[in-house]
């Protein structure tokens, strides 16, 4: 295979795939680290970076769609870097060269010294039949385009309300192993705040149907802080805020089928069950973006490299365990291959090496799992943790940076309303995310360090992120001064 490739400059290639919330932090930072000390080139589909967080407020017609993205070129433009719409589709971590489909249909290859792949999560409608806006009758918002349907479809529903009718919203997550319970929670409790803001949240009837063992896990074994010297559980306060909006949660809850007759869940401790809705918000189940990956006498390695869902291994521990047997050190510190010295991969295209919630099975043996969130600020973290090491690398230095999800923090500022004069937020801090129990071993996280608040303050917050990363997220003046 020849690899065709910019002009040879005697420098260093590093490749970035991906400019989300993992790749594009990797190429920011990169900026500064190597600044002439190497080319970067970018390789993402649609010239586009999506502010996602905000998507639950397109979702419910607050926002508009222009406002949660931007077009990447000008900004590669202005660090001095090469973007390529593109999709990567095969990697060959021998030669060091990436195969790639332009989005005007030619096939490339391009030669790599460093190569990340931040490709985030491919979204796998097809592991729960009937789920989602392409095939069935159920809504997303892992996309603009999603949200705008999910927005859509909503304001349908609202239109019937406003007639007198009865509706019946199911938002949460739609496969018994899916992740990113924050985001739709975020959506419920805009839903319950948009509809309580016209009037008509009493004819509407809201479930909150989800694969957390309770309420409040998100994925990662829920939270604690010490609120007035005493210790109040996540679980209490998302509990209380259920009752208090009158919102029904069904949990512990793994979606199977969506059909004419409903949403198919099989729940721990209960028969399989069938559910009817007027509208439903299901977050799908992610997998790892299907790149394979060839060896060096043409041999498709792609089994090797990532783990049966897709994602990339890295220098993760996956020897299978029990829940009580993980340990922090589980968890990657440099997210690099364990094979390949100069692969890299970080956000969600990364294999966790377990879930963080317990794993629960029901009586027909669905296993009912909610998988680890790599979020948005974790994923910044990891691309930034990746540049510095690359950039290590360059200098001919070894890789040291590590920031295991065992080491870092987490700050989830949760919308429940749009408003900035009587909105509100659940603001919930942990550290570090994965719970690390040799080093703190009364809840695993300094517990000093977690918070949990509710309250209009966490409404400025979150207005104040969308602006204040949208500003960094271009590399206008001061983006540094900004942390992931
Ligand atoms: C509705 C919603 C709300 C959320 N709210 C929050 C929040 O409030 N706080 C928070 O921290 N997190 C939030 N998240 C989670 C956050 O968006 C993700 O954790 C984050 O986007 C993951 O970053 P990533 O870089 O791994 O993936 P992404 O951001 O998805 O980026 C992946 C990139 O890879 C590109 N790509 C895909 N395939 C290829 C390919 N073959 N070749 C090259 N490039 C490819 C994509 O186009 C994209 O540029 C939310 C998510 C959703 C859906």
Do not use: Q
């Given at each position: 295979m020849n690899a065709s490739s910019a002009?040879?400059?005697g420098l260093p290639r590093i490749v970035i795939l991906g400019a989300g919330f993992a790749g594009h932090t990797a190429a920011l930072h990169l900026s500064r680290l190597v600044r002439s000390k190497a080319n970067v080139t970018v390789i993402a589909p649609r010239n586009r970076f999506t502010w996602f967080p905000s998507l639950i407020w397109v979702g419910t017609g607050t926002?508009?769609?222009?406002?949660v993205w931007f077009p990447l070129a000008p900004v590669y433009e202005k660090l001095g870097f090469d973007y390529i719409d593109g999709r990567a589709e095969s990697i060959h971590p021998d030669e060091r060269v990436v195969d790639f489909l332009r989005a005007d249909g030619g096939e490339e290859h391009l030669a790599y010294d460093y190569l990340v792949n931040?490709?985030?999560?491919?979204?796998?409608?097809?592991?729960?039949?009937?789920?989602?806006p392409k095939e069935g009758t159920t809504q997303s918002v892992c996309s603009v385009e999603h949200a705008l349907g999910a927005r859509d479809g909503y304001l349908e529903n609202v239109a019937q309300l406003k007639k007198g009718a009865r509706r019946r919203f199911v938002i949460g997550?739609?496969?018994?192993?899916?992740?990113?319970q924050g985001a739709a929670f975020e959506y419920i409790m805009n839903v319950d705040a948009d509809l309580r803001r016209r009037g008509l949240r009493d004819r509407a009837e809201l479930i909150w149907l989800s694969n957390?063992?309770?309420?409040?896990?998100?994925?990662?074994d829920g939270v604690e802080a010490r609120i007035e010297g005493k210790i109040v559980t996540g679980s209490t306060v998302i509990e209380e805020l259920f009752k208090e909006r009158g919102i029904q949660p069904i949990l512990a809850a793994g979606v199977t089928g969506v059909g004419k007759d409903g949403i198919a869940y099989d729940r721990v401790g209960f028969d399989p069950a069938t559910l009817e809705y007027d509208f439903a918000m299901l977050i799908l189940q992610f997998r790892g973006i299907p790149l394979k990956y060839i060896g060096?006498?043409?041999?498709?390695i792609t089994e090797k490299m990532t783990v049966p869902s897709g994602f990339m291994r890295v220098d993760a521990d996956y020897t299978a365990k029990a829940y009580d047997a993980?340990?922090?050190?589980?968890?990657?510190?440099?997210?690099?291959?364990p094979q390949y010295d100069n692969l890299y991969a970080a956000g969600i295209a990364f294999a966790p090496p377990h879930p963080l919630s317990k794993t629960l099975k029901t009586a027909s043996g669905t296993t009912v799992v909610a998988t680890p969130p790599r979020t948005g600020m974790a994923s910044g973290i990891m691309g930034r943790t990746v540049a510095l090491n690359i950039a290590e690398q360059v200098a001919g230095r070894p890789a040291t940076h590590h920031e295991r999800m065992s080491e870092m923090p987490a700050a989830c500022i949760a919308s429940?309303?749009?408003?900035?004069?009587?909105g509100s937020a659940a603001s919930i801090v942990m550290m570090p995310v994965a719970r690390d129990y040799e080093r703190y071993?009364?809840?695993?996280?300094d517990i000093d360090a977690c918070e949990l608040d509710v309250g209009l303050a966490g409404a400025w917050t979150k207005r104040m992120l969308h602006e204040a990363f949208m500003w960094k997220l271009q590399a206008k003046p001061g983006w540094a001064m900004i942390p992931e």
């Open positions: 002009p040879h400059t926002m508009s769609a222009e406002k931040a490709t985030g999560p491919y979204l796998n409608f097809e592991g729960t039949p009937g789920l989602g997550v739609g496969h018994p192993g899916a992740t990113c957390e063992p309770a309420a409040g896990d998100f994925g990662v060096a006498d043409g041999s498709d993980y340990r922090a050190a589980d968890w990657p510190a440099l997210y690099r291959s429940m309303g749009h408003s900035i004069w009587n071993p009364d809840y695993g996280r």
